[in-house]
């Protein structure tokens, strides 16, 4: 009898050389027909089904790979597609991309965005649309990971029905291909869970009236997956690893007892956190087997093992599909051991979760140091230790090679000398306690850095990067391809810089950025110039539709060999009487966007990345930046699932944020960013980061964010993202106007900046002047309100000569500062 299975919760779906990508924008420019589309789609399915079969595994998946996303394919296949859009004559995949990317209304007089040229690039990664149209659906971070999924948005009234044969097509493909199949679904409470309620029935409620109605469409499901003939039914449940209500915990009795009456066998998988007080809810479900993150939750194996009846399959995700490191095989067979002895040798063997958070192969990175590339393992790779791990059960003879090359490579990883650097681990050791602390509270700080820069009310902003122009990046794929040297590359770069520069001073802004042009990516380009980090070749990974990125690889201690952005910060702030404003990404954004080395707490690392980044913020401060902004989009994905480890992290994550910053002198200007994530839980902390400025994505919440920044009176100053740069769509000066004048209700004046709600890659340079003049208009004309209200007027007087009171007394201190070193060495 057999008795190891092996499967995946799902594979990544780009393609191995982003095939998916370029489809998907060769369509979007009206370059690829819609059939087109769908046989690259088919093409893919079918090469990574049989890499999966060819690996060994049991049973192909079927029902992860998507156009855009695989949460948007449920709301087809659910047909819960939102009313607002007006659907009529499209056909499904029209409305499919409509739902991603939103959809234009009738262009404005006004409108310079060139929206629907072919040849703007940049306007095809999303969330098109102009006044009248309809935006897309909202993103949002999938869990803990750096992939978005469009937000479901339902209401009490939000009725289901099968919509969509594009799963059964799929598996109807598989099976033709003569594929063992195994399809998967988002479970029914998970995908409620991740939806957006759009008429403010509060989650209880929307739960209450739609799962009733969404069961019956998922019962016809699963009877039609039953009737092609698949082996299997995966419904994923994460939202078991998180802390649910007491109603959403009892919901899942009924919601199962009900889909197991289809006859399907269902294989209801979690992954990413522990099952903690869930656990026994999940093992006694009705359902023919459970799988379990086998490595955030390994602590937890042995008592499913011990709750879950033993009729039913086990499966443990034990190569982890969140990072690249080789598996420890022997370590896992440990592990697996007192699992098969409690399950009478059955067993089923996969990945923590779905490999789409990984990339493809290490096949083609023929440029990684040979030794750290036998240390990793890319998706390809774990499908094939999946299959060692079965044979090592099965045959151990049989697997005996493969477990010595495998032991092999890790003996020397654990015992590389060059994981390891002294210095650096020397140099956290004795960091005084003051490390992290900024010399003089904000209240002094703001005095001497309002007199040095000089800036006026309502100053104006971006948050760092211009448009990434096909010239910019066909320049860095020449360079990267030795066509072009590196003289050729440097000025190119530098002459986009200077236009970057010569466009922000046209436009009026206030604090100007150097544009982020010799960037292919805020992280990527960190590691690429740190030690301790190895990037890929094309370790590309789903980020969100046609959008990916390359993680780096943090494998060692971490440091600067040498500046890294100092030299196109001086060349930027050299060509402008105004402040440009340094740009360096956060040790925290940049640990949670890495592979992060799992020999040691994460913790540690970031301190390693803080260090590293603090020096770049005194190099720039040393070469005469006034503004240095450190960017942590990501503080607020790392955030653990539960509550319960929240605090840890927190405490961890602001101390290395504040270690980074606190080198500035108090009239250097520290910046941060944030954006596309919730953060009204996270106030204090963010409060915590002692940043003199916070720049922050509103605007697509309406600037709800602002209150809960106005109740907590968020001490520092803050610029509310006053216009979505996902969209080319130019919001006009009023629309701003309307949102400033509500972040004013809520937030002192003196307080506010004005920018967008992120940064510009993504954009083409017409939609984002457009959409910028009408922004220094706005703040124009807030200062022309603000001056005009006599009280206020009196008041920014007196506050006025205040500032100037101070700001001579406190000139020798600057002068002082400017003179010394590091806040670290004193
Ligand atoms: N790491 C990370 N995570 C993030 C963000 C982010 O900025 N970085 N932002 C948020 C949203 N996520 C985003 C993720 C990716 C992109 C994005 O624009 N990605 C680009 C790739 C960026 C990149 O690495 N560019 C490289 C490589 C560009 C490229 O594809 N070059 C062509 C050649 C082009 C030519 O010859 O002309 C090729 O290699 O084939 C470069 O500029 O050097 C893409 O998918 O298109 C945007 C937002 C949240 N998470
Ligand atoms: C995802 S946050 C992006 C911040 C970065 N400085 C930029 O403008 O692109
Ligand atoms: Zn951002």
């Given at each position: ?19 998916l ?7 979007w420019?009206?370059?690829?027909a ?6 690259e ?13 060819d690996?060994?595994l049991d049973?192909v ?9 695989h949460?948007?394919n449920?709301i087809?296949?659910?047909?819960c ?32 965005c ?7 690039q940049?306007?095809?990664d999303g969330h098109d649309?102009?006044?009248?149209g309809?935006?897309a ?19 009490a009234?939000t ?33 409620l869970?991740l ?13 209450d009236?739609l799962?009733p ?9 699963l ?6 003939g698949?082996?299997?039914v ?10 649910l ?27 990413f ?8 809810l999940?093992c ?19 008592s ?9 399959v ?11 490191w ?5 370590a ?24 789409l958070?990984v990339?493809y ?13 036998s240390?990793?393992?890319?998706a ?21 090679a493969?477990?010595a ?18 210095a ?21 700080r703001?005095?001497?850095?309002g ?7 309502f ?25 072009l ?27 100007l ?15 690429e ?6 990037f890929?070749?094309?370790g590309w ?13 943090i ?9 890294i952005t100092?030299?196109?910060a001086?060349h930027a ?21 890495s592979f992060?080395?799992d020999?040691?707490?994460r ?5 390693q ?17 006034d ?13 653990p699932?539960?509550?319960a ?10 101390r ?23 953060f009204n839980d996270?106030?204090p902390?963010?409060?915590a980061l002692?940043a003199?400025?916070i ?6 919440s ?8 106005g109740?907590f ?13 996902h ?6 000066r ?7 004048r509500r ?7 003196g307080q ?11 954009r083409?340079?017409?939609?984002t ?11 124009r ?5 603000w ?8 008041t920014?007087?007196?506050?006025n ?7 001579s ?15 670290e060495?004193?």
């Open positions: 009898m057999k008795n190891i299975y092996t499967h995946i919760p799902g594979f990544p779906r780009v393609g191995a050389q982003r095939e990508k370029t489809a998907l924008e060769r369509h420019r009206g370059e690829l819609a059939a087109e589309l769908e046989a789609g088919r093409a893919l399915r079918a090469r990574h089904w049989a890499r999966q079969r690996a060994g049973f998946t079927v029902g992860d790979f998507a156009f855009y996303d949460v948007a449920h087809q296949l659910l047909g597609e939102p009313a607002r859009f007006g659907f009529q004559a499209e056909t499904p995949l029209e409305r499919y991309f409509t739902l991603a990317r939103g959809r234009a209304g009738a262009p404005r007089g006004d409108c310079a060139g929206h629907g040229s072919a040849n703007d940049n306007s095809h649309g102009h006044d009248s309809s935006p659906l909202e993103m949002t971070k999938w869990f803990d990971t750096n992939y978005h999924y469009l937000v479901p948005e339902l209401d009234a009725h289901f029905e099968l919509s969509s044969t594009r799963l059964f097509d799929e598996v109807d493909e598989a099976l033709a291909l003569g594929h063992a199949v195994k399809a998967t679904l988002i479970g029914p409470l998970t995908f869970w939806a957006r309620s759009t008429d403010a029935t509060p989650r209880r409620d929307l739960l009236c799962l109605r969404l069961l019956p469409i998922y019962g016809q499901v009877a039609r997956l039953k009737e092609q698949v082996a299997w995966q419904v994923e449940e994460p939202i078991l690893g998180l802390d209500p007491q109603e959403w915990r009892s919901a899942f009795d009924t919601a199962y007892w009900q889909l197991n009456q289809a006859g399907a066998p269902l294989l209801l998988a979690t992954y956190s522990p099952l903690e007080e869930n656990l026994s999940a006694r479900l009705p359902v023919a087997g459970l799988h379990v993150d086998g490595v955030r939750a390994a602590h937890e194996l042995v499913v093992a011990d709750w879950l009846p033993v009729h039913k086990l499966s443990v995700g034990i190569v982890d599909g969140r990072n690249i080789r598996t420890d095989l022997d896992a067979l440990g592990t697996l051991a007192p699992l098969l002895e409690k399950r009478n040798g059955q067993l089923w063997l996969s990945t923590s979760c779905s490999l958070h990339p192969s290490l096949e083609v990175e023929t440029a990684l140091d040979p030794e750290l590339a240390w990793l393992a890319f390809h790779e774990k499908l094939d230790e999946l299959a060692v791990l079965k044979t090592a059960i099965e045959q151990p003879r049989a697997a005996a493969a477990l090359a495998s032991r092999a490579a890790i003996a020397t990883r654990r015992a590389s000398p060059r994981v390891r650097d002294a650096v681990r020397a140099r956290l050791a004795a960091l005084p306690d003051h490390a992290a602390q900024r010399k003089s509270p904000f209240a002094e703001r005095l001497l850095q007199a040095k820069l000089n800036l006026p009310p100053p104006t902003t971006t948050i760092g990067s211009f448009p990434q122009t096909p010239a910019i990046r066909s320049a860095r794929a020449a360079f990267k391809r030795g066509d040297d590196g003289t050729g590359y440097e000025a190119a770069m530098r002459a986009e810089i200077e236009h970057a520069i010569r466009r922000q001073e046209a436009l009026g802004l206030d604090v950025v150097h544009g982020e042009a010799e960037r292919n990516d805020m992280v990527e380009y960190f590691g110039h740190l030690a301790g980090f190895a890929t070749r094309n990974v789903q980020s969100y539709g046609s959008r990916c990125v390359k993680p780096p690889v494998w060692g201690d971490v440091s600067r060999p040498a500046p100092v030299a196109w001086r702030q050299s060509l402008t009487p105004l402040p440009v404003k340094g740009m360096l990404t956060g040790p925290v954004t940049i640990l949670q966007w992060v080395r020999d040691q707490p913790a540690d690392t970031a301190d990345i803080a260090l590293a980044m603090r020096d770049e913020v005194d190099d720039l401060q040393q070469a005469g930046i503004i240095v902004q450190i960017d942590e989009p990501a503080l607020r994905e790392g955030l699932l539960r509550q480890r929240r605090a840890a992290y927190l405490d961890r994550a602001v290395a944020f504040r270690l980074t910053a606190a080198v500035a002198r108090d009239g250097t200007q520290i910046h941060t960013h944030m954006c596309y994530a919730e996270i106030l902390q963010i409060a002692d003199d400025v720049t922050i994505e509103t605007s697509r309406a600037m709800a964010l602002l209150d809960a920044f109740d009176r968020y001490p520092n100053d803050i610029g509310p993202g006053v216009y979505d740069i969209s080319p769509r130019v919001p006009d009023e629309e701003m106007l309307a949102l400033l972040a004013r209700a809520v937030i002192p004046a506010l900046w004005v920018n967008p709600d992120c940064g510009l890659k993504t083409g340079w017409p939609e002047e457009a959409a910028l003049r009408h922004m220094v208009d706005a703040a004309q807030m200062r022309a309100e001056a005009s209200e006599a009280t206020n007027a009196a920014s007087a007196a506050a000569a205040a500032v100037n009171a101070v700001a007394t406190l000139t020798n201190k600057v002068a002082a500062e400017a003179g010394s070193g590091t806040a060495a004193a």
